[in-house]
């Protein structure tokens, strides 16, 4: 590993001189990269809005050009991450070289995985490598083995994928770092995820995706208002409504109600606004208030069926289902959470809130049987963690 000598807040001035530099270009090249920067911005600070309009500047931009390949990638890479899988598919399905382009095949994986098709995910995947041993190919087959429970397999993959990089790439080392520490994270192996997250600090210090995941660890350790005090830092630079309601959770812990509520309001405002503007990328976090901030179960059902309707995976099923739990929808439930479990997913707050659920209905030996499996899979389950 090179030590980065630059970091998140001066990768963020350079692309934004660079922005500066090409605004009012209007030959395809310059005009793609502006485009680019513009994405790299957004993405890297975790930006929906910045997203939204990236994919509004692509789609004036295609208009423009004899072959506008690229900028269907980009808009399908924006609409990923923006939850809008619809409109993935559509950009992938524009142009056939763009489809079965590389990065074409690896953006359908992933839709496969979010639609719930985990045999196709891991096909693509797997034929996405035979073609190239990319980091990014690499990193997203390590994504599915560890949800799959093969966290050795997974940890792995992301330390090949870190061997693909060059001494440029510090960024992307980071994120591989955070990735192989939320691994550790999710056994309960706090000490080795803080490792992984001291690797990642040292190489791109700055990144606020390092900090989130320091205060998860602080708080499933019970510091509370540090992790409140980190995340609060981060908010100040970035738009983050799900770490407002992290922050707010982390005060109601703590004992401090008036903050607490002060954070929630201000992520469910947010929240509320966004569903307002037609976007869809803060569906599950609305959930996640309705089922752990407020226990509001009909909210929280009502949001669930709309994510559902977006994508049918493991984590839309185990959504369903805890929000019909709050609901005092016990048999619902447990149909739902039973597509969860199906899925073949490893994932211990998967088989903690299946044991409460079924401990609701009333079968009290699977209910104990999945708590056990949820504790073997990590001792701290029932701990504070952020929603991802």
Not at 54 to 74: M, R
Not at 249 to 259: I, M, T, V
Request: glycine share 8%; with cysteine.
């Amino acid at each position: 590993m090179v030590v980065s000598p630059a970091g998140y807040a001066a990768d963020m001035r350079r692309i934004e001189k660079e922005i500066a530099a090409l605004s009012g270009a209007d030959d395809p090249e310059r005009v793609t990269r502006r485009l680019y920067c513009l994405y790299q911005k957004a993405s890297i600070a975790g930006d929906p809005a910045g997203l939204t309009d990236v994919i509004h500047a692509t789609d004036d931009a295609i208009t423009t050009l004899a072959n506008p390949g690229d900028f269907y990638l980009l808009k399908a890479n924006a609409a990923f991450k923006l939850h809008k899988l619809a409109d993935v598919a559509s950009a992938l399905r524009a142009v056939p070289s763009v489809y079965h382009s590389d990065e074409g095949r690896l953006i359908r994986a992933d839709l496969d995985f979010q639609h719930g098709h985990y045999r196709a995910a891991e096909n693509g995947y797997l034929d996405a490598l035979q073609r190239e041993r990319s980091w990014g190919a690499l990193a997203r087959l390590a994504y599915f083995r560890g949800k799959m429970g093969d966290t050795a397999a997974a940890d792995s993959l992301y330390e090949e994928a870190e061997g693909h990089l060059t001494a440029k790439e510090m960024r992307a080392y980071a994120w591989l770092e955070v990735q192989r520490g939320f691994l550790d994270f999710a056994r309960g192996r706090s000490v080795e995820a803080r490792l992984h997250y001291r690797r990642a600090d040292t190489a791109y210090p700055g990144y606020w995706l390092v900090d989130e995941h320091i205060a998860e660890v602080l708080g499933s350790e019970g510091n509370y208002e540090e992790a409140a005090e980190i995340l609060e830092r981060v908010v100040s630079t970035i738009d983050r409504p799900d770490l407002d309601q992290a922050i707010g959770e982390l005060y109601e812990l703590a004992g401090h109600s008036g903050p607490a509520l002060f954070w929630n309001e201000r992520a469910l405002t947010a929240y509320l606004q966004s569903a307002e503007r037609g976007e869809v990328h803060y569906y599950h976090h609305l959930v996640d208030y309705y089922t752990d901030v407020t226990e509001d179960g009909a909210e929280a059902v009502k949001w669930a069926s709309q994510d559902l309707k977006l994508r049918k995976n493991f984590a839309t099923h185990a959504a369903l289902a805890w929000s019909l739990y709050r609901a005092g929808r016990f048999s619902d439930a447990v149909g739902w959470i039973d597509r969860a479990l199906a899925s073949g997913v490893a994932d211990a707050l998967l088989d903690f809130r299946a044991g409460e659920i079924y401990s609701a209905a009333g079968n009290e030996v699977k209910a104990r049987n999945l708590r056990q499996r949820a504790l073997q899979r990590n001792p701290a389950v029932a701990g504070f963690h952020l929603h991802h």
